[in-house]
């Protein structure tokens, strides 16, 4: 059997395969839930906006997806699965059929309930503002790069450490741990300098702790808000993503993704020397 079918096998007999999916279709379902009560409060929703729910109640589904990737990249902390894996395929193929795998099955997941998102919310919502297709583009092409990153990110932080439960809690350590030690410095910064009560979208430009962290790759994370950019956000040259204004720039976030198109083959090269250098 192909080490690829395998994995699928392995992963949708258990509840972690299911469960994942689940989420994802969950997320895109309260998306259009959330919407239809706004739209009941209010008598109007945007179909575009449907969009932004989806890809905010989408972050569940994204760390149950970290925890089941870092799992089974971390085969070697179970000495059975580490030498039937071993003994049949060689490292190469496991370290890349196991990302492509993953890779792939979290892009179609995350399109499968964007789709849904986005055909329910054109049934449902007000149309009338359209979707801007050029940016739908860069925005899937900017989460393709994300994915990319966070699958060699992935690979690495399983490579320093054989047990399953170390290695997500250290990927965890790294997605969402920097990020918040970050924003938490960026408002002790601005309180000592007496700017705290500027708006939040200034804060990237006005303190300097954010600026170093407008480098850190999950930055780009933010990027991710194209895929629901309309002709009026176009128009105004502005987006509004989980409830901040950012200017509609293509080079929104462009430090973050140069330091992702550099990290990502690091990782996956100092990914591929540890476990090649590991004993089983």
Known sequence: M????????????????????????????????????IERANGSFPYAQ????????????????????????AF???????????TRFSMKQILLTKATVYFLLSVTLFLTGFLIALLGGL???????????????????LYLIKELFYIALMLFTSSIFRGPVISVLLTLAVILGLPLIGSTLISLELLMRGLIEI???????TSYVARVMLWWPTALEDATGFLGVTNSEV?????????VSYPLDAHFRQDALITTIISTPILAVLAWVRFSKREI
């Open 50 to 73: 449907a969009i932004d729910w989806y890809i905010t109640f989408v972050i569940v589904g994204n760390l149950v997806f970290v925890g089941i990737v870092v799992s089974s990249l």
């Open 199 to 205: 708006p939040l979208a200034d804060w990237e430009t």
């Open 123 to 141: 049934i449902l919502f007000d149309i009338s503002d359209h979707l801007s297709f050029k940016w739908v583009l860069w925005g899937l092409l």
């Open 235 to 243: 128009r105004n040259g502005y987006i509004s993503f989980l409830g």
């Open 2 to 37: 192909n080490l690829w079918k395998m994995e699928l096998i392995h992963l949708f007999r258990s509840w972690r395969g299911w469960t994942l999916s689940g989420m994802f279709l969950l997320a895109a379902l309260v998306s259009l839930l959330v919407g239809f009560f």
């Open 76 to 86: 070697d902390g179970n000495r059975d699965s580490s030498i039937f894996l071993r």
